[in-house]
Each structure stands twice: as structure tokens, then as C-alpha cells.
């Protein structure tokens, strides 16, 4: 039986902040992951050797049984960790305490070495509230780190975060590309590939030297073909409607024809055979990602591993029609697309 | 040099927190240093913050907690200098 080690859930899609950056019809403040689909997936995970959950969002803290959800997988054994921009963190830490042993670290989002930054892109006062949240867990002692997007306003301060977030006490600084959507690519905030690669040059120097910990969240430009947890089969993602995704990154992008991502529903299948269908899908995909590079397929950015899954399960079609973006003509066309379906079919 | 008059206020890069168990927690956004305060010294800290000026936190401090007029001047003098020399506060 293959173990993955990530079981990744995405609470909810409600969120606090209305970010700049964000994917709109991701955090559209729809809905809660249903407590049956919690419950299911606690009876069924342990079997798979899962021993840790991470909860996404939205803003995860937001599902309204929050604390009874860490109940249920702390009863059950369970260690977890979740992301959090923590604007509301001084209002709910002290039910978190309780939890304390059982809580690997909270991940705040931090998008700027200065409060003018980081609110430019998520909101007036978030930035104060994030440094509340983390005045707090350095008293109570709970481990943080941040995560950081990558985006034309900050790019140049990556090295300030790192000074920042090493003078804060941070376990480490986690840098991410920021996926384009439509929202993101109006507001001017997405980097060219080019852009990227001289994001991706200062951070690995900064590995270097940095009194922190510093890396890349998958995505960055490589010549490996499967350097992430989900491609590896090492993570297993759940949305907020209780699907099984490829990926939590690609979970809610693009339009309602690019659902390729999903497995099924934990709400119409059972977990072992979602576990089943990720693991065929998964064998698909990496053998038509073979398949492509052998073939010398391959575009420049396609070794941006993020873009290239976009891109297989067309979720940037729509950049088409922003002719002007330095990403426009990395999208696949249908051509492509069909050639290297016929491909991979035929092998 | 402080004064029984001066008014004082939180610095503009100071961050505050209030903890469950009436303490707090100061964190300067300039010099990124974290200072933790006490129950009294979360008492100083709300009234500067509403305006009041150090003889009016020391009577407020008396009431408070019921200590003599002599001690609670000298603590909130004694506190207020150290956080005007960390710059966490600043004279208005």
C-alpha cells in the first residue's frame, strides 16, 4: 500500500480578508467541508498511515465547528497544523491552547517586510493583526512560520522578509509563487516567468545566509518532473465540498470546465476509493508528463511545475485573452492538448 | 524628563496584545522586540493608551489596586521611563 504522508483539508472558503491576490471564485465564501466528511475521512485515514493533517482555506479558523473539528482528530490522535492570516488569532487562540501538544505550528501569511506592503495586498490593519498573532505565540509558545507570495510590489524585499521574519522568532519563511487568475493579472501583480527566475535566483541565494529558514514552495523552475508532495503521491487533498484533489493549489482555479484536478467526492465515494482513483490519476498524469518532456514537448515554462499542471488540466485557458501578459503564450493550446492526450493513449 | 503633566501615548510602531491572564505583550514594528507586560503594567498601558497623563494613571492605578499614593506613582513613573526609553511610548 503506498503511505502518503500529507493529508491536506481545506476547511473552508470563507475567508476575512478580501486580498488582492486572491482567486475570487476560490474563496468566494461559499461553504464549510460538512462535519460527515470530517468523520469519514478520520475513520478511513489512520489505515493509510496518515498521522498529521493540515487544514487550508479559505481562512480555516472561519469553519463555525472549528475547535470541535480539533477536538474529533486530537481524540483521534492526530497532530495537525493549519494556515492562517491571523487577523482573528487574539480572539481565538485561547481555545487553541488546549491543543497545544497536538499542534505542529500555524503558518501565517505574511506578504511584505513592512506594514504598508503587506496591507497593500491584503487589507488595511491585517499587518498589525498578523504581528498580534505572533506576539501571542511567542508567549504561549506555540511554533509559527510564514508563507509569503511573491508578488511585483514585494519582489523586491524578499531579503527584508527573511531579516523580518528571523528577527520575529519565525521557525522559517516559506516563499510561493502567486498563480495567475484574472483578478491577479488586472491588478498587476503577477511576475513574468523572467521575473520568476530572478525571484527564484535571490531566494536560494538567500538559503545561504539567512538566519532563518528559507525555501520555496513547490512551483519554482526545475528540471525535475514531479517535485512536489501531490505529484509524488505523498499528499491528499481535500476541498471544502469534500473532493479529492490532485492539488490544493490547483483546488477551485479556473473555470467550471477545468475540473480535471478532481478524483470524486468523499460525499459519493468512499476514501479508499478515492485513495484508489488518486493513485491512478496520478500514474496518468505522470506518465503523459514523461511522455511530453521524452519527446522534447516541453516549453520553457513548463519547468515551472505549477504552470505545467495549469496547463494540463486547463485551468489558464482564459489567459488567451490577455494577449499582453507575458504568460499568454505558455498557454497550451488545444492542439497541444489533444496531440499529447492521443500521445500519452497511444503509448 | 517626564512629567506628572505630560501627556503620553502608545508609539505609533507599537503593536499590543492583550493576553487571557491580564498581561500583554508589546512588539515595536521598528526594532522587532518584544516586551511583556505585567497585570499592573497592562493597567498603565490601557490608561496612557485612553489619554490620561501620569498623575491620572497613578490615581487610577491606586484604585485599582488599592495601594498607597506613594507607590503607585513611583510605579507608573518607574514604568513609563522605561517605555519611553524603548520607545514605546512617546510624549504627545
Known amino acids: 500500500m503506498i503511505h502518503v504522508t500529507r493529508l491536506s483539508i481545506e476547511l473552508t472558503n470563507h475567508c476575512n480578508l478580501r486580498c488582492r491576490h486572491c482567486a475570487d471564485e476560490r474563496h468566494g465564501c461559499e461553504g464549510d467541508l460538512k462535519m460527515e466528511t470530517m468523520e469519514k475521512v478520520l475513520c478511513n ?90 506576539s501571542v505565540c511567542l508567549v504561549k509558545d506555540i511554533p509559527f512560520n510564514f ?52 525571484a527564484e535566483a535571490v531566494i536560494l541565494r538567500m538559503r545561504e545566509t539567512s538566519p532563518v529558514t528559507v525555501f520555496m514552495a513547490p512551483g519554482n523552475y526545475t528540471s525535475f518532473l514531479f517535485p512536489c508532495a501531490p505529484l509524488e503521491m505523498q499528499e491528499f487533498n481535500i476541498d471544502w465540498r469534500g473532493n479529492v484533489t490532485m492539488c490544493c493549489l490547483l483546488s477551485g482555479h479556473g473555470d467550471a470546465s477545468a475540473k480535471g484536478d478532481v478524483i470524486g467526492s468523499l460525499n459519493d465515494i468512499t476514501f479508499s476509493e478515492a485513495f484508489e ?32 499542471c495549469l496547463n494540463y488540466f486547463g485551468k489558464v485557458d482564459w489567459l488567451r485573452d490577455f494577449h499582453e501578459d507575458p504568460w499568454h503564450d505558455t498557454v497550451w493550446t488545444d492542439q497541444i492538448k489533444r496531440r499529447e492526450n492521443t500521445n500519452a493513449g497511444t503509448q | 524628563m517626564l512629567e506628572p503633566n505630560n501627556m503620553v501615548k502608545p508609539h505609533c510602531d507599537v503593536v ?37 497623563t501620569p498623575g491620572r494613571i497613578s490615581e487610577g492605578l491606586r484604585d485599582e489596586f488599592d495601594i498607597p499614593a506613594v507607590k503607585a506613582n513611583e510605579s507608573v513613573i518607574n514604568l513609563l521611563k522605561e517605555l519611553l526609553h524603548e520607545k514605546l511610548i512617546e510624549i504627545a
Open chain 2, 16 to 52: 499590543s496584545t492583550e493576553l487571557e491572564n491580564k498581561e500583554a505583550v508589546l512588539l515595536h514594528l521598528g526594532t522587532k522586540k518584544y516586551y511583556s507586560l505585567n497585570e499592573t503594567g497592562l493597567c498603565i498601558w490601557r490608561m496612557l493608551a485612553n489619554g490620561n
Open chain 1, 277 to 308: 482513483m488518486l493513485a491512478e490519476a496520478n500514474m496518468k498524469f505522470r506518465r503523459e508528463k514523461e511522455a511530453m518532456y521524452s519527446r522534447d514537448r516541453f516549453k520553457d515554462s513548463d519547468h515551472f511545475p505549477c504552470w505545467y
Open chain 1, 45 to 134: 485515514a489512520g489505515a493509510y498511515g496518515f498521522e498529521h493533517l493540515s487544514f487550508t482555506g479559505g481562512e480555516p479558523t472561519m469553519h463555525p465547528s472549528f475547535f470541535r473539528i480539533l477536538d474529533m482528530i486530537t481524540g483521534a490522535g492526530y497532530k495537525f497544523s493549519f494556515v492562517s492570516n491571523g487577523f482573528n488569532f487574539t480572539e481565538i487562540y485561547e481555545r487553541l491552547l488546549p491543543y497545544r501538544d497536538k499542534l505542529g505550528g500555524i503558518t501565517f501569511s505574511l506578504d511584505g517586510a513592512d506594514e504598508e506592503t503587506h496591507d497593500r495586498l491584503r487589507g488595511k490593519g491585517s499587518y498589525r493583526r498578523v504581528m498580534q498573532a505572533i
Open chain 1, 147 to 198: 508563507n509569503s507570495v511573491i508578488v511585483s510590489f514585494n519582489r523586491e524585499g524578499l531579503a527584508d522578509m527573511a531579516e523580518l521574519a528571523a528577527k520575529l522568532g519565525s521557525c522559517g519563511l516559506r516563499f510561493g509563487h502567486l498563480t495567475p487568475t484574472p483578478s491577479s493579472i488586472k491588478n498587476d501583480l503577477v511576475l513574468s516567468p523572467a521575473e520568476r527566475r530572478e
